[in-house]
């Protein structure tokens, strides 16, 4: 078992409560409470060994193999560049099995939110980077395409302040001095 998790953990980044899982579904593939030993020593039983995997996975984080708050930086950070919201952020590190109090201190801030629903509406197309919509020839279409907008944005777990603030916007100039504001307020243009 030490293997495998050594094995997991040197593949995967990942969680202590995500090597702790895969260790018991290991121990539950393997039809067993407790993982035998072969015959080897032609004594004609098999001997059980009892797993204790809460101690294997304390000390795989004891020895840095497993960190939950790097986890969580890392992964929050990579969510927030590809465009995703902090809601989405909170639920993929509990998930995860990441702790209340690293999910908060990993949480976007108001600028990163704000950096974060800017570069989503961007990618999609949508709010001031839409291509080529006249809203006066359809506003059936034009109220769908708001609706579909709105709802692809909280479904990424953005707020809804913001996506109706950047899908509202008459530019990306307005976006780019709104994420500014932001940014001086917190004064924290670099993080996340």
């Not at 409470?33 to 204790?52: K, L, N, P, S």
């Not at 291509?131 to 359809?138: E, Q």
């Not at 953005?158 to 008459?170: G, M």
Request: charged fraction near 30%; proline fraction near 3%; hydrophobic fraction near 45%.
């Amino acid at each position: 078992m030490r293997d495998l998790a050594l094995h997991y953990a040197a593949r995967f980044a990942t969680t202590a409560a995500r090597v702790e899982a895969y260790l018991a579904r290991k121990i539950r593939e393997r039809g067993l409470a407790e993982v035998r030993a072969g015959d080897r020593a032609g004594d004609g039983g098999a001997r059980t060994i009892q797993v204790d995997i809460p101690a294997l996975v304390a000390r795989l984080v004891e020895l840095g193999y497993v960190d939950d708050d790097a986890y969580a930086r890392a992964r929050a950070r990579d969510l927030g560049a590809r465009g995703y919201g902090g809601r989405r952020v909170e639920e993929t590190l509990r998930f995860a099995g990441v702790g209340a109090k690293v999910r908060a201190a990993h949480a976007p801030g108001e600028a990163a939110g704000r950096r974060a629903a800017a570069l989503m509406a961007q990618k999609k197309r949508i709010g001031p980077w839409s291509m080529g919509r006249d809203p006066a020839t359809d506003p059936l279409a034009a109220r769908k395409a708001h609706e579909k907008a709105v709802a692809a944005m909280l479904r990424a777990g953005h707020q809804y302040d913001h996506v109706r603030y950047v899908l509202a916007a008459k530019g990306p100039e307005d976006v780019e001095q709104w994420l500014e504001e932001a940014a001086d307020q917190e004064g924290s243009e670099g993080i996340w």
